[in-house]
């Protein structure tokens, strides 16, 4: 089984950047595809982006042109970096580990974005 651990949330002013990062033990990360989620307060979780294991990306409309997703697979990492942040963005934020038709989450890192 997988473990996930996200960190590099953080308190953020509008128009800031943030880089998230998520840590996986006990699997090799390489040969999965990621994915960034958020859930802000009050709503449903959502899908951010995501990076195969060829490294193809995508991205979720609303984060299109200000995130960018990006594994390095020799530290078993993968990388939410995130631009031009907006109040909307404020949510916790979740890495997920898919092989095949298992997954595993993290635990989450909390991304706020005020003034």
């Known amino acids: 089984q997988v473990q996930l651990v996200e960190s590099g949330g953080d308190l953020v002013q509008p128009g800031g950047s943030l880089r998230l990062s998520c840590t996986a033990s006990?699997?090799?990360?390489?040969?999965?595809?990621m994915g960034w989620y958020r859930q802000a307060p009050g709503k449903q979780r959502e899908w951010v982006s995501t990076i195969t294991s060829a490294g193809s990306t995508t991205y979720a409309d609303s984060v299109k042109g200000r995130f960018t997703i990006s594994r390095d697979n020799a530290k078993n990492t993968v990388y939410l970096q995130m631009t031009s942040l907006k109040p909307e963005d404020t949510a916790v934020y979740f890495c997920?580990?898919?092989?095949?038709?298992?997954?595993?989450w993290g635990q989450g890192t909390q991304v706020t974005v005020s003034s």
């Open positions: 006990g699997r090799n990360l390489s040969i999965a595809t």
């Open positions: 997920k580990h898919r092989l095949g038709f298992l997954s595993s």
